[in-house]
């Protein structure tokens, strides 16, 4: 998908080809509109944009994008508003209600050198934007639905020229008290912010009567004034509250607060750094747009002197295909939903209540954009609720109506340059606001900021909000070390548990662990992120934790110097809407994985083929007639009877009786035909007595028909552990996964699972934490207990593919040593696993816990993982989903149960 840098390359040259074009409408329209579809990235005919394919009352449409948009193109002679009344019949028309396809959201009016761009089913009366062609490099944010019907296309006039400039301005002087040490980096730092909110300030008549430019003037006229002192004084006083009521230049100043100018810069400037103030003080700043000013800033200010300014900025096309997805477009649905006054009041209630962190915040774009685009949303909701009160008649909610404050909007970021800048750059932006979108706080004093701050994101506090948006550094795991160091690295992977991935991952994480069902969140990342353990940390992550992704674009070009490709990710906390729309690189598809690929929004590692029929549920008998005492057991035994009667294992035995042996009886038939058991008449008189009445009235499926028999009796369990001595069960559900040794003679119950293996190794391999983790992982939990499913915990675990002799058999001495231990201390001191587990946890039986080691270690040496991994359940289930993926895929020899 193409960036937002890109796009406006490619209108460039388009223009180039199409700015003299005179020639007619119908001989080059079709090639005009495929080549401004490609400045996009679109494949017009992919997409399923069609040519003259839709004929209505008023004519073939020239273009018709179903749903999307439709493009009416006339001769360069012809005017735009000529088209209106006939376009305006295409777009009635354009619905189709049979196949669910709604009227096309946009339309473009165009004469190859101007463009109309409506949309009428929100504002049927005044186009969007109009603009020729030499401009639309400039603006080519108003035709961003050509990259995909998903994008979101922005109508303000940005001047980029104009800020571009006023940005080299200021940085032209930063650089010079930099290049000549004028004063300490910090404090030239505070000079030049303090500065340009200064000049800000003047142009919106925040400040009256321009004393800092007056100043300046003064300086420049009068070379023995101290600028330090004059420009520092004027620093002083717009810290000083009350009002000022002075007489001289400083007559139009006002308190400031905000933190702006608690501590005043004061630094010495030349001659040429006056001059070039005074330049900087000629542009209209009122119109500088705080996310190309902000960005280009940081660049200089933030950052070593190898960022050449202008080199790039965070262009709104990219920063959109986050708020858009996790911000504009959720709110706009509901927004599209609303029936009556009092439904939009609520929601506008809401919508003013709603909060948005950005974690790695930089110069603020993110938080800017967020918010401009919040308050678009709240000033659609007011002229809803107007609208709504004409349609039915209601009246309209008496005011003040609420407005979304700026403190809603949090930041963090490790640079104390980078949060001055992205608090200049909000208080830009909500005095722009106040003009585009009305009421809201006063703008002096200033609004306090306190809630972007700075700090490490990775490792500090986050508030809790409702959406968490932005652009973590972009930080290669081989760089971390070099960048913070090796003490910073243990931390990381102490804290995480993850190992050393890629530093976005880490965002990722913690804004997953941050979000509540229903929330949602947008970040853009390197494009590896998608890759092997840096996904298995993050992307699958946010899937395994019950996200998913909603949005995504899978690679594309990031401005910077290090030019970049990154992948852009929207997910929502939870399960998306079941009419929610996928969009993947600008396309609708039906689900994306975390591989940032069409297919499912879950994360669901496969069934292994080999490991089928190893794994089953026990028996359930469906019958408490079942069951038998111990003198009803011995005595069906002494009757002759022995092979229908087994000692019945469950769940309770097994975390609670000592040595995890049976402590009940029970009749069982197996799926004997009812002949073979009549064999057994003493057996069968009890079941017939007590088990028959229930079945009789129960028509649930085999349970009457077969009512001697268990109501599952589970015969391809019966006959995978046919032949064998022994085999191993395990807990189901509960707070630990226990496992250990049954008898043949034994029957499991439902709450039991079985394994039809009997060697030391197996057993193993499924007490270690290998296994233990993966069940973690793959189960379902209940509360804090888990639930342990086999097809999913089980039959998709990658057991070692290819260990050897000496391997395994270490494993198997591991597994007798640690099972013998445990029984010794059950018999000693009469406690069942729980128990033993407990007290372990609390400090006792060490040995225990060292033999556990040691098993750990010994699986671990079977997969050839390092060592870490025996200690750390993070890293084993990195490490397993790659090696299911692997084993999966083919890519690796897998036959772990033949001997």
């Known amino acids: 998908m193409r960036s937002g840098e890109e796009i406006q390359a490619a209108l460039g040259s388009f223009v180039e080809r199409w700015k003299t074009y005179h020639g007619t409408e119908r001989a080059e329209a079709q090639t005009f509109l495929n080549e401004l579809f490609d400045c996009y990235g679109t494949d017009r005919s992919a997409s399923g944009a069609k040519f003259e394919d839709f004929k209505s009352s008023a004519g073939f449409m020239d273009l018709h994008w179903p749903g999307t948009c439709i493009v009416e193109m006339k001769a360069p002679d012809k005017p735009l508003t000529a088209a209106r009344d006939q376009v305006k019949r295409y777009w009635e028309e354009s619905a189709d209600e049979d196949r669910q396809i709604p009227a096309a959201q946009w339309v473009i009016i ?149 933190e702006l100018f608690a501590n005043p810069a004061e630094v010495d400037l030349n001659r040429e750094e006056l001059d070039l103030l005074a330049q900087a003080a000629v542009f209209d700043w009122g119109k500088v747009e705080p996310t190309i000013f902000g960005s280009l800033l940081e660049s200089v200010i933030g950052r070593d002197r190898r960022w050449e300014l202008g080199a790039h900025y965070t262009h709104e096309a990219d920063i959109l295909k986050i708020v858009g997805p996790t911000i504009i477009r959720p709110w706009q649905a509901r927004i599209d939903e609303l029936a009556t006054p009092s439904e939009a009041l609520q929601l506008l209630r809401e919508l003013c209540q709603f909060r948005v962190l950005d974690p790695a915040c930089g110069c603020g774009n993110f938080l800017y954009v967020s918010y401009r685009e919040l308050r678009g949303l709240e000033a659609r909701i007011k002229q809803k609720i107007v609208e709504l009160a004409a349609i039915t008649g209601n009246p ?37 606001m106040l003009d585009l979108y009305g009421e809201a706080e006063n703008p002096l004093p200033l609004i306090n900021l306190s809630g972007i701050r700075v700090a490490d994101a990775v490792f500090s506090e986050w508030p809790d909000v409702d959406c968490i948006v932005g652009n973590p550094p972009f930080l290669g795991d081989r760089l971390i070390r070099r960048a913070h160091g090796a003490d910073y690295i243990e931390r990381l992977k102490r804290i995480f548990n993850v190992g050393v991935v890629d530093y976005s991952a880490y965002w990722f994480r ?5 979000l509540v069902d229903g929330q949602r969140a947008g970040f853009v990342s390197t494009n590896t992120l998608r890759e092997n353990k840096h996904r298995l940390a993050s992307l699958d992550y946010i899937l395994q934790t019950g996200g998913t992704i909603t949005d995504a674009v899978s690679s594309q070009k990031w401005p910077g110097e290090a030019r970049v490709h990154v992948s852009i990710t929207n997910w929502i906390k939870g399960n998306a809407d079941s009419t929610a729309k996928f969009t993947l690189d600008g396309a609708i598809v039906e689900g994306i994985t975390s591989q940032l690929r069409q297919g499912s929004t879950r994360a669901e590692p496969p069934t292994l083929p080999a490991n ?93 028909r077969l009512w001697w028999q268990f109501a599952w009796p589970r015969p391809k369990m019966r006959e995978a552990l046919s032949g064998r001595s022994r085999f191993i069960v395990c807990t189901l559900t509960g707070k630990r996964f226990l496992v250990s040794w049954a008898s043949k003679e034994w029957c499991p119950s ?106 750990d270690e010994a699986v671990v040496g079977c997969y050839s993982w390092e060592k870490a991994a025996a200690y750390s359940d993070d890293i084993v289930v990195m490490n397993l989903l790659a090696l299911n993926e692997q084993v999966s895929q083919g890519n690796l020899p897998y036959s772990p149960f033949v001997s």
């Open 110 to 258: 165009s004469n190859f050198q101007s463009f109309e761009v409506w949309e009428p089913g929100r504002f049927p009366k005044s186009p969007r934007a109009t603009v020729s062609i030499h401009d639309l490099p400039r603006r080519y944010e108003i035709l961003l639905f050509l990259a995909g019907p998903a994008e979101t296309p922005s109508f303000l006039e940005h001047h980029k020229e104009l800020t571009t400039a006023a940005a080299h301005a200021v940085a032209s002087v930063y650089q010079s008290l930099v290049d000549r040490s004028a004063a300490p980096p910090d404090e030239i730092t505070r000079f030049t912010m303090q500065a340009v909110w200064t000049l800000f300030a003047e142009d919106l008549n925040l400040i009256a009567g321009s004393p800092f430019q007056n100043i300046i003037e003064r300086l420049r006229r009068d070379a023995s004034r101290s600028p330090a002192a004059e420009i520092g004084f004027l620093f002083r006083v717009l810290n000083q509250k009350g009002n000022h009521n002075r007489k001289d230049l400083l007559s139009g100043t006002r308190y400031v607060n905000g």
């Open 396 to 432: 309209v909610p008496s005011q003040p109506w609420p407005y979304v404050p700026l403190t809603n909007f949090y930041g963090i970021d490790i640079e104390p340059v980078a949060v001055l800048i992205a608090r200049v750059t909000l208080w830009m932006g909500h005095r722009q």
């Open 510 to 514: 913690r804004a997953q662990d941050q």
């Open 612 to 704: 089928r029929g190893v794994s089953f549920i026990g028996c359930q008998p469906s019958g408490s007639g079942f069951l038998l005492s111990d003198s009803e057991a011995a005595a069906l035994i002494e009757a002759g009877e022995a092979d229908v009667v087994r000692r019945y294992l469950t769940s309770d035995d097994l975390t609670d009786s000592i040595a995890a042996e049976p402590r009940r009886w029970i009749i069982d038939f197996g799926t004997m035909a009812l002949e073979d058991a009549m064999k057994y008449p003493k057996a069968l008189t009890k079941i017939r007595k007590d088990v028959k009445p229930e079945r009789d009235v129960n028509n649930q499926r085999h349970f009457a």
């Open 750 to 855: 439902n709450l039991v699972g079985v394994f039809s293996l009997d060697d030391d190794y197996s057993i193993g391999v499924l007490l270690s934490r290998a296994h233990r983790a993966w069940a973690w992982h793959r189960s379902s939990t209940f509360e804090t207990r888990l639930r342990y499913t086999p097809s999913t915990a089980f039959e998709t675990f990658p057991w070692p593919t290819s260990p050897d002799g000496t391997s395994k058999e270490r494993v198997a001495d591991a597994a007798r040593a640690l099972l013998a231990e445990r029984s010794r201390i059950s018999n000693e001191y009469k406690i069942g696993l729980t128990t033993l587990y407990n007290r372990m946890d609390e400090g006792a039986f060490d040995n225990l816990r060292r033999l556990q080691s040691s098993l």
